[in-house]
């Protein structure tokens, strides 16, 4: 279901909590928002007023989902100015070319653990949503 892109930046500061296999209706609306959004490279739940670790990228025109991402490491930082559907301002922030994450997939009703090496756009936007989970609005 298409959801409504929160702009409550309280809301927004708040940690995600743990994802868990019964967010999987969450996911599917992270997807059909992102993909009602006229231009859209990321969301995190939040942004969708859901409190909780699950974000959806665009992995060149294959829309990706990772539960309860974090980065393990990341290499070659560089300054980038950002937009946000969720704040109306840009945002000058420090982001890394090449990152490996860490998160889960859903497969078959549980969540598997998953690695993958993210460079260039692709780790910008993940770490990106991934701020959102943290709290951090950019």
């Not at 209706?25 to 993909?35: P, R, S």
Request: aromatic share 6%; charged share 30%; with cysteine.
């Amino acid at each position: 279901m298409i959801k409504e892109i929160i702009k409550d930046e309280e809301f927004l500061k708040q940690p995600a909590e743990p994802a868990t296999p019964e967010d999987a209706e969450v996911a599917q609306d992270l997807l059909d928002t992102m993909a009602a959004q006229e231009s859209c490279a990321c969301l995190a739940a939040n942004q969708i007023g859901v409190n909780k670790a699950i974000i959806v990228y665009d992995d060149n025109e294959t829309p990706r989902v990772m539960y309860n991402p974090r980065i393990k490491s990341a290499m070659r930082p560089y300054k980038a100015t950002e937009t946000c559907l969720s704040l109306d301002k840009d945002s000058e922030v420090t982001r890394f070319f090449d990152v490996k994450v860490i998160y889960e997939e859903l497969v078959d009703g549980n969540l598997l653990q998953r690695e993958v090496r993210l460079r260039d756009w692709e780790a910008q936007i993940v770490q990106h949503a991934i701020d959102h989970c943290k709290g951090r609005l950019v």
